[in-house]
C-alpha cells in the first residue's frame, strides 16, 4: 500500500492530490481519502498544506481526520484486516472467531504486527453470511477459524 | 434457443465463492465447447442458497445451491448438469423463499445484468421515470402522497411531505441527496439493490429531481461497501453516456447529475444532517433542527434526503401509480417493505413483503429458524437502536405503529436471530458502548450518557449494586432518550430497555449463561429484590 516511505516524497503525493483537487472545502474528505488511498495514511505533517488549499484552519482539517474511523494518522501494516463486530456477525459467532484470530495472529483487535494490523469492523453488510472478515476490498463470508487461518496464509509476506 | 447460466456478483455470493464458481463454470464451458453464455447477475438475495448458480435452457431458471469452484467444475465437466445433482433446487422461482414475497422494489434484483441498461429498459425499467415526464411536479408528489410512502431508512417519515416541502420551497438551487449510509448491522437492502438493480436508484433520484426541481444529486455511500462503490460509480457513467445522466436528463435543457460521495468509517453519518455535514467537508457532528433539510439542506439549499429504497419505491409508485402501490399494506403502513433476515438464521436474505405479515412468519416460514439448530431467543429488529424481542412477541405485525406501540421500531428492516447461547446483558452494554464509539459527540446526553450506560451495565453485570445501578440505568435511558440531539442518543435506550424488559434474568445470573440454560427464559419482569450471586 505504501507507494512512498519518505516524507518527502509524501509531500509530493499530497500537492500532486492538491493540484488536481478544487479548493472548494467540501472536496476535503474526497481529498483525504485520496491522499490516504496512495499513501496508506494521512500525514500529520500534511495538515498544514491541506488547511491552506482549502482555506480553511488547522483545527478544521484535524477535526475532520481525527472523526472519521476510516483516517489513519499513522501507517498502516502491510495488510489491513477487519472482523465484523456488529449483532449480526456477534450472532454467527464473531466474538469466538475474534479471539482466535488474536490468538492466531498474536495481535490484539486495534492492533497490528509487521505484516498485519487487526481492527473491528462495524457491518460490510453481508448480515445473512457471517461471520465477516473483510482484507482490502475482498469481503469473506462464513469465516469459520479453520478459513480464517486460510485466509491469513494465503497473505504474501513483507518485503 | 442457446443457454444462459446466471453467476450472481454481489458482495455476499462473492464472499463465499462466486467468482471462482465463475472461473471454474467458464473453464469448464471453454473445455466442453457448449454453448452457453454466462450473465453475471446481481443475486436474488436467497443467501442461503449462495453460491447460487442459474441454468436457463429455455424456459424456467433452474438452480444449483452452495456451489464451490470444485463442485461446479464437476458438474460443467460433461455438458450441463441435469436436476440430479444434489445440489439442484429445481426451478429457482418456485422456491417458497421467494415465491412468497411480494417484490416490487426488488422485482429486477437478481434475474438481470445490473449494468445492462437494455435488459433494465426490457424489464420495466425507466417505466416510472416515463410517467414522471409526463406529468408536473405536483402530480408527482401527489402520486408519492397517495402510495402512503415512508422513510424506508428508519425514521418513517411521511415522503410526500418532504417532496413537498422541497417543491414548495423558492431556490435558485436545489439538491436530492440519497442517504445510502446503511450502517445497522443487519441490515444489506440498499447494498444489494446498488449492487444489483443501480439504474433503478438513478431512476428514484430522477423522479424526485424531477418533483422537487433539483438540478443535482448526490448518493451518499458508506465506505464498507467497495464493491456497490464499484458498481454504482459504473452504472452512473452508463447513464450519462446513455444520456439518461446530464445536460438534458430532465428535459431539453434541464440538467441532472448524480456524485457518489464515500463516507469513512462513521455510523453517525446515516443521521440526514450528519450526512450533509460530512458531504460539505465537515466535522459531521449533527445538526440542530429546525430548520429541516427540506428547507435549508445541503450548503444551505433546500434539499430533499431521502434513503435508498425510498427513492427506489418511487419507480415503482409512479409506473403503477400510488394507488397500486397503497393497495399492500396495513393501517399507515402501506406499501411492501423490503425486510433483511441476517445472523443466526437458517435461510437468511432479503424478504420484501407488504406491511402487516407477522415477525413470526418472517422469522419462522421465511427464516426456517436458527441456523445453529437451537432455540432462538430473540430478534433485534431495526438495527443497533432496535428492541430485541423474544418468541413470545413475534406474532405482532410487521407494522409501524404496532411496532412502536410495543416499544420497537421496524427502523430499516432488518432481523437479527439470536439463539440460546447469547447474553443480552452483554448486548445491552455492547448497544451503550457502540453509541459511546459512535457518537459524534456534540450533545451531553449522548455523548456521555453511552460511557456512563456501558459502566453502569458492566457493574450491574459484576453484581455491584443491582438494584441502586438498574434505577440509575432506567434514568439514564429515560435522559437519553428524551435529551439527545438525534436517533443515536436518542433510540440507543430501546435495546437496552427490551432487554431490561425481556431478558433481566440476564444481568443476575452471568454464570449461568452457558449452552441451553436459559431457553425459552426472560418473560418476568424484573425481580429487583434477587440477589446477586
Known amino acids: 500500500m505504501s507507494e512512498a516511505p519518505h516524507d518527502t516524497d509524501r509531500t509530493h503525493i499530497v500537492a500532486r492530490v492538491l493540484a488536481t483537487t478544487p479548493a472548494s472545502y467540501d472536496r476535503l474528505l474526497p481529498a483525504l481519502l485520496d491522499i490516504q488511498q496512495r499513501i496508506g495514511f494521512v500525514p500529520p505533517q500534511s495538515v498544514a498544506a491541506i488547511a491552506d488549499h482549502f482555506n480553511l484552519s488547522r483545527a478544521d482539517v484535524h477535526g475532520v481526520v481525527s472523526f472519521y474511523d476510516d483516517l489513519r494518522t499513522a501507517p498502516p501494516a502491510h495488510h489491513v484486516v477487519q472482523i465484523c463486530q456488529a449483532e449480526a456477525c456477534q450472532a454467527l459467532g464473531c466474538r469466538e472467531l475474534t479471539a482466535h484470530a488474536e490468538r492466531r495472529l498474536g495481535v490484539a483487535l486495534g492492533d497490528r504486527d509487521a505484516n498485519i494490523t487487526l481492527a473491528a469492523g462495524y457491518c460490510f453488510g453481508n448480515c445473512a453470511c457471517g461471520p465477516t472478515v473483510r482484507i482490502g476490498d475482498a469481503v469473506h463470508g462464513r469465516v469459520t477459524p479453520q478459513a480464517f487461518d486460510a485466509l491469513i496464509d494465503a497473505l504474501p509476506p513483507p518485503e | 434457443m442457446s443457454t444462459t447460466i446466471h453467476i450472481p456478483n454481489d458482495t455476499s455470493a462473492c464472499s463465499v465463492g462466486a467468482d471462482a464458481v465463475a472461473v471454474a463454470v467458464e473453464t469448464a464451458l471453454e473445455r466442453t465447447g457448449i454453448d452457453a453464455r454466462i450473465v453475471r447477475n446481481g443475486s436474488r438475495g436467497a443467501y442461503a442458497l449462495e453460491p447460487l448458480v442459474e441454468v436457463d435452457a429455455g424456459g424456467a431458471r433452474i438452480g444449483y445451491a452452495r456451489l ?317 437502536l432496535g428492541a430485541y424481542l423474544p418468541p413470545a412477541q413475534w406474532d405482532v405485525p410487521l407494522d409501524y405503529e404496532e411496532f412502536a406501540a410495543r416499544g420497537a421500531m421496524l427502523g430499516h428492516g432488518g432481523v437479527v436471530a439470536f439463539d440460546d447461547t447469547t447474553n443480552f446483558a452483554a448486548q445491552a452494554e455492547f448497544a451503550m458502548r457502540f453509541c459511546a464509539h459512535e457518537s459524534c459527540g456534540k450533545c451531553t446526553p449522548c455523548r456521555i450518557g453511552s460511557q456512563r450506560g456501558a459502566e453502569v451495565i458492566a457493574r450491574i453485570r459484576a453484581g455491584d449494586a443491582p ?67
Open chain 2, 68 to 384: 464451490t469452484s470444485a463442485r461446479a467444475a464437476e458438474l460443467f465437466a460433461r455438458g450441463l448438469p441435469d436436476r440430479t445433482a444434489p445440489e439442484c433446487v429445481g426451478a429457482v422461482e418456485a422456491l417458497p423463499f421467494l415465491k412468497n414475497q411480494q417484490r416490487l422494489t426488488f422485482a429486477r434484483v437478481g434475474l438481470i445484468d445490473p449494468l445492462d441498461l437494455d435488459a433494465y429498459r426490457a424489464a420495466r425499467g425507466f417505466a416510472g421515470l416515463a410517467r414522471a415526464r409526463a406529468v408536473s411536479s405536483a402530480q408527482i408528489v401527489d402520486e408519492i402522497r397517495r402510495s402512503g410512502l415512508r422513510g424506508r431508512g428508519g425514521a418513517a417519515f411521511p415522503a410526500a411531505v418532504k417532496w413537498q416541502t422541497v417543491l414548495d420551497a423558492s431556490a435558485p438551487l436545489k439538491y436530492v441527496v440519497c442517504n445510502a449510509d446503511e450502517g445497522d448491522s443487519g441490515t444489506f437492502a440498499d447494498r444489494l439493490l446498488m449492487e444489483a438493480d443501480p439504474f433503478q436508484l438513478i431512476e428514484g433520484m430522477l423522479i424526485a429531481a424531477l418533483a422537487t426541481g433539483a438540478q443535482s444529486g448526490y448518493v451518499y455511500l458508506r465506505s464498507e461497501y467497495p464493491r456497490a462503490r464499484d458498481t454504482f460509480e459504473r452504472a452512473l457513467a452508463i447513464a450519462r453516456r446513455a444520456g439518461v445522466l446530464g445536460r438534458d436528463a430532465r428535459g431539453a435543457g434541464q440538467a441532472f447529475d448524480i456524485e457518489l460521495r464515500l463516507g469513512a468509517g462513521a455510523y453517525v453519518c446515516g443521521e440526514e444532517t450528519s450526512l450533509l455535514e460530512s458531504i460539505e467537508g465537515r466535522r459531521p457532528l449533527v445538526r440542530a433542527k429546525p430548520p429541516v433539510p427540506a428547507i435549508h439542506g445541503l450548503f444551505g439549499a433546500p434539499t430533499l434526503i431521502n434513503n435508498v429504497l425510498t427513492l427506489a419505491a418511487a419507480t415503482t409508485i409512479l409506473a403503477d401509480g400510488g394507488d397500486a402501490y397503497a393497495r399492500f399494506g396495513v393501517g399507515r403502513s402501506r406499501g411492501t417493505m423490503p425486510f433483511q433476515l441476517a445472523g443466526n438464521v437458517a435461510r437468511g436474505g432479503i424478504v420484501e413483503l407488504p406491511f402487516g405479515a407477522t415477525l413470526r412468519t418472517l422469522v419462522e416460514s421465511f427464516g426456517g429458524g436458527s441456523l445453529s439448530q437451537r432455540p432462538l431467543r430473540a430478534v433485534q429488529v431495526g438495527g443497533p
Open chain 2, 467 to 533: 438494584d441502586a445501578n438498574i434505577a440509575l440505568l432506567e434514568d439514564l435511558c429515560e435522559t437519553m432518550e428524551l435529551g439527545s440531539l438525534c436517533a443515536l442518543g436518542g433510540l440507543t435506550p430501546m435495546p437496552v430497555r427490551s432487554i431490561l424488559r425481556h431478558f433481566p434474568e440476564d444481568f443476575f445470573h452471568p454464570e449461568d449463561f452457558s449452552r441451553g440454560a436459559l431457553v425459552g427464559g426472560g418473560h418476568a419482569r424484573l425481580d429487583r429484590t434477587q440477589a446477586p450471586r
